[in-house]
T-cell receptor
């Protein structure tokens, strides 16, 4: 069993839809990261969470340390949100396999 | 301010050769981490360096080595290349690499192809 599990693996949405990506982990952590990777490889750090909830624009990330679970939400999704979203935990990051999101107009 | 930079962008090598990849962290960042991302998979941790000392190492063979210089830039070296070493190699820098309140900033990666 992987230490970091993401679901769903693939996600297709229509522009404007509310998106949720889930991440569960089995190791003790000090922080959880949500990352975005576009085709071509570049990775951008979206959030680092150790508790509660963070919001940046249309993106919201939550974490429940007791349940070892985090969610990334995208409100009013847009085609430019199409990317791979990766959950990672720990100092020497352990990555999930990523969720490929495709938003069509 | 410049972000994390990596060189070269792309590289093609043949089996058995040696390769050196380079990374320059964001100014002021003292920790550099290296990751390998094979096509279709999530990145895998290779090394973390902080203040020129190895702080962590992932499950990679001894053919992989790295070092960090006094200016905090870093090199990743891979000897005796195998076809399976073909991947995107990502470098990330952070202030101190503790992970507790320390966002990692990723470079664009070096795409290595081994023929």
């Amino acid at each position: 069993k992987n230490e970091v599990e993401q679901s769903p693996q693939n996600l297709t949405a229509q522009e404007g839809e509310f998106i949720t990506i889930n991440c569960s982990y089995s190791v003790g952590i000090s922080a959880l990261h949500w990352l975005q990777q576009h085709p071509g490889g570049g990775i951008v750090s979206l959030f680092m969470l150790s508790s509660g909830k963070k919001k940046h624009g249309r993106l919201i990330a939550t974490i429940n340390i007791q349940e070892k679970h985090s969610s990334l939400h995208i409100t009013a999704s847009h085609p430019r949100d199409s990317a791979v979203y990766i959950c990672a935990v720990g100092t020497a990051l352990i990555f999930g396999k990523g969720t490929t999101l495709s938003v069509s107009s | 301010d410049a972000g994390v930079t990596q060189s070269p962008t792309h590289l093609i090598k043949t089996r058995g050769q040696h390769v050196t990849l380079r990374c320059s962290p964001i100014s002021g960042h003292k920790s550099v981490s290296w990751y390998q991302q094979v096509l279709g998979q999530g990145p895998q941790f290779i090394f973390q360096y902080y203040e020129k000392e190895e702080r962590g190492r992932g499950n990679f063979p001894d053919r992989f080595s790295a070092r960090q210089f006094p200016n905090y830039s870093s090199e990743l070296n891979v000897n005796a290349l195998l076809l399976g070493d073909s991947a995107l190699y990502l470098c990330a820098s952070s202030l101190d690499g503790t992970g507790k309140a320390d966002t990692q900033y990723f470079g664009p990666g070096t795409r290595l192809t081994v023929l």
